[in-house]
Nanobody, 121 residues
């Protein structure tokens, strides 16, 4: 199994910054992609950004130019630097991984428990 442990959420004023971290642990054979999704109250979970093992990144339009995803392959860790935060960025942010575990070499999607980000106006 693969576990994702997130950290770095909190409360910040509009225009401020936060940095989220997510570390993948457990029986990892290979991680293909890691990233972040978010879910605001009453809304569906939506993509924020992803980063492939090869270094390709993908961003949702509503965070382009404000958020930056980065990672450390050797540590199976991904970061999300969030700048110029807006009240509409308020949500629970979930770490995501597309990975192959050592147990049977099965490819699966994994999710963290989520970390709350609240942006006040």
């Amino acid at each position: 199994q693969v576990q994702l442990v997130e950290s770095g959420g909190g409360l910040v004023q509009a225009g401020g910054s936060l940095r989220l971290s997510c570390a993948a642990t457990g029986s990892i054979f290979r991680i293909n992609t890691m990233g972040w999704y978010r879910q605001a109250p009453g809304k569906q979970r939506e993509l924020v950004a992803t980063l492939s093992a090869g270094g390709s990144s993908n961003y949702a339009e509503y965070v382009k130019g404000r958020f930056t995803i980065s990672g450390e392959n050797a540590k199976n860790t991904v970061y999300l630097q969030m700048n110029s935060l807006k009240p509409e960025d308020t949500a629970v942010y979930y770490c995501y991984a597309d990975a192959i575990s050592n147990l049977g070499l099965r490819r699966s999607e994994y999710w963290g428990q989520g970390t709350q980000v609240t942006v006040s106006s």
